[in-house]
């Protein structure tokens, strides 16, 4: 058996649009990226649980947000961004597999 065998789909797009957009893309792609992000990072703070010691992933999903959001932009490097899409396209793929695993250990 995988360590996770089903991934939620919404988050592995948002994981694929992360990772491309470590690759040269138009400027449009980073703009719905930006969106798409900002929009699922929402999402996940909605249905997250109350934090919790122990569990600080709503507050994960919060600054995700604030970084991604597109109305009010944070300038930095291409190289920066980079850096910050790897990040977070991989705390989306952990998100995945984490609630795939804990909804296993329920049942």
Avoid at 4 to 27: D, G, I, N, Q
Avoid at 36 to 63: D, H, Q, S, Y
Avoid at 65 to 88: C, K, Q, S, T, Y
């Amino acid at each position: 058996m995988h360590l996770c065998e089903k991934v939620s789909w919404e988050k592995a797009a948002v994981a694929t649009l992360l990772f491309l957009a470590m690759a040269p893309m138009p400027y449009g792609y980073f703009v719905f990226t930006k969106i798409a992000v900002c929009l699922a990072a929402i999402w996940e703070v909605r249905e997250a649980t109350p934090i919790v010691l122990g569990k600080p992933l709503p507050l994960l999903w919060i600054i995700i947000a604030i970084v991604f959001n597109p109305i009010i932009p944070i300038p930095l490097h291409r190289e920066w961004w980079m850096i910050i899409d790897g990040v977070a396209g991989v705390v989306f793929v952990w998100a995945s597999c984490a609630q795939h695993l804990s909804s296993n250990k329920k049942n």
